[in-house]
């Protein structure tokens, strides 16, 4: 029943900017643990960023102080505001919602982000 779709994705230059979004459908967003991923061609999922129902966030050493992990528990809305960006966060971006009791969690379709040199 649940369903995440990102945006925002797209092509941007080295040391440039995207802010993705991702809104929530479904379920009640406010109690979800929510998480960035990104997925390179021939590589793993990696967890990006994280941000608790309670507020508390964490990051990818490689990308602390670059982005940021924020939620609109009134739109139902996570988002990455991601700066200063690298090459090597070119990726395949994707949300993810989770709520950690029943095991439950919700994964949007992704949205690509290329970073040029």
């Known amino acids: 029943q649940g369903q995440l779709v990102e945006s925002g994705g797209g092509l941007v230059q080295a040391g440039g900017s995207l802010r993705l979004s991702c809104a929530a459908f479904g379920f009640i967003f406010r109690i979800y643990d929510l998480g960035w991923y990104r997925q390179a061609p021939g590589k793993q999922r990696e967890l990006v960023a994280a941000?608790?129902?309670?507020?508390?966030?964490n990051y990818a050493d490689s990308v602390k102080g670059r982005f940021t992990i924020s939620r609109d528990n009134v739109k139902n809305t996570v988002f990455l505001q991601m700066n200063s960006l690298k090459p090597e966060d070119t990726a395949v971006y994707y949300c993810?919602?989770?709520?950690?009791?029943?095991?439950?969690?919700?994964w949007g379709q992704g949205t690509q982000v290329t970073v040029s040199s």
């Open positions: 993810n919602a989770k709520y950690p009791g029943p095991n439950v969690d919700y």
């Open positions: 941000v608790t129902s309670s507020g508390t966030t």
